[in-house]
């Protein structure tokens, strides 16, 4: 009786624990949410309503700043909200396979086992050692690009990393609206700077007195200032692993394929990387609508084109950034074989 007593209290320590991880995780959100509310409040009444007396000039700045303002929560509100989505019900275990798995104690069968699994998925990353890429924890077979998400305890598709100023994973479900939060994040900050910075100075050499809106427009430059430098470096970062196709985790650790590990091995050039993330309507690119390419449990790679077409094997080395496009809009190999494998997926994937 006593044992069943202290497992109990035990039990509910632990959950008491996991709600108390779970209300502080949004504790980065909240902080977010309150400064964004008070850069409402001091633009809008304080500077808009209070400091300008020039009607046009006090509609013009409202009317960009909304605009400004809409983009900014809508992305954030998406980053925040869009679910990570998981793998699919083809890469998880079936009950026999996992039963096999589980009673096999030698670790050579048992990669084994998950190779035949996977001859039947369009997985071709691989682990540090060749073998198969499989959770432990999820029961699954991990899809080229997808991750375990340790703060989620779910594996990711195309997992980018876990952002606690959302309190989400950022993967492959969200990672355009997590791109464009930090596009307006930075427009909105800037355009803040921007038009403050005239009335900072008039406050700031007296010209202008009014004590309650010195304190708000002077603090909102210093706010808008400070933010808009520390998201110039991460959004350029992330910038820069757009145009390489490439995840936070893969460039930290480049993926490995069957011939070993290829930092560049899902670059298909500049602009079909783009695409990949952001769609090929471009009227959708600036907006936070689901747009990217596929559905995330399976990508075309370079390094795959080339084994599977002899006349590309023998083609010369693609340089080290991965880019051979041609001048004038000409189409090039590069592409036709991309396009190619990525509906050889497909079918493989759907059949």
């Given at each position: 009786?006593a044992?069943?007593?202290g ?7 632990s ?50 700043f ?27 275990m ?17 990669r ?87 009335y900072f ?28 430098v ?13 145009s ?22 899902f670059?298909l ?44 094997a023998?083609e ?36």
């Amino acid at each position: 009786m006593a044992d069943a007593a202290g497992l109990r209290r035990k039990m509910a320590l632990s959950r008491g624990l996991r709600c108390c991880q779970r209300a502080f995780a949004w504790l980065p959100v909240l902080i977010i949410a309150l400064v964004v509310l008070w850069s409402y409040y001091a633009y809008v009444c304080e500077l808009c309503l209070v400091t300008l007396s020039n009607p046009v000039e006090k509609v013009a700045y409202l009317t960009i700043f909304h605009i400004l303002f809409v983009l900014f929560v809508w992305t954030y509100w998406k980053s925040i909200f869009t679910l990570p989505v998981q793998p699919g019900k083809k890469y998880h275990m079936s009950y026999a396979d996992k039963e096999r798995y589980e009673n096999e104690e030698r670790p050579e069968v048992q990669r084994q086992i998950l190779a035949e699994i996977a001859r039947k998925l369009p997985v071709y990353t691989r682990t540090g050692n060749g073998g198969v890429r499989f959770c432990d924890r999820c029961q699954l077979i991990k899809p080229d690009r997808c991750h375990h998400c340790s703060v989620c305890a779910i594996c990711v598709l195309k997992m980018d990393h876990h952002c606690p100023w959302v309190n989400n994973c950022i993967g492959f479900s969200n990672y355009k609206f997590f791109l464009l939060f930090l596009a307006y994040s930075l427009l909105y900050c800037l355009y803040i700077a921007a038009t403050v910075f005239k009335y900072f100075i008039k406050y700031w050499t007296g010209e202008l007195t009014n004590g309650r809106s010195k304190f708000h427009v002077l603090f909102l430059l210093f706010v808008a200032v400070m933010f808009f430098v520390s998201l110039m470096f991460l959004f350029g970062y992330h910038c820069w692993l757009v145009s390489r196709n490439r995840s936070t985790l893969e460039a930290f650790s480049a993926p490995v394929f069957q011939n070993g590990p290829d930092k560049n091995g899902f670059n298909l050039g500049f602009v079909k990387n783009l695409q990949q993330v952001f769609g090929e309507e471009k009227k959708l690119w600036l907006l936070p609508i689901a747009s990217s390419q596929g559905d995330g449990h399976f990508f075309p790679m370079r390094a795959l084109c080339e084994a599977q077409n002899p006349l590309l094997a023998n083609e010369e080395q693609w340089e080290d950034d991965g880019i051979d496009e041609e001048p004038h809009g000409k189409v090039t190999l590069k592409e036709i074989r991309c396009v190619l494998t990525y509906s050889a997926y497909w079918r493989n994937y759907k059949s």
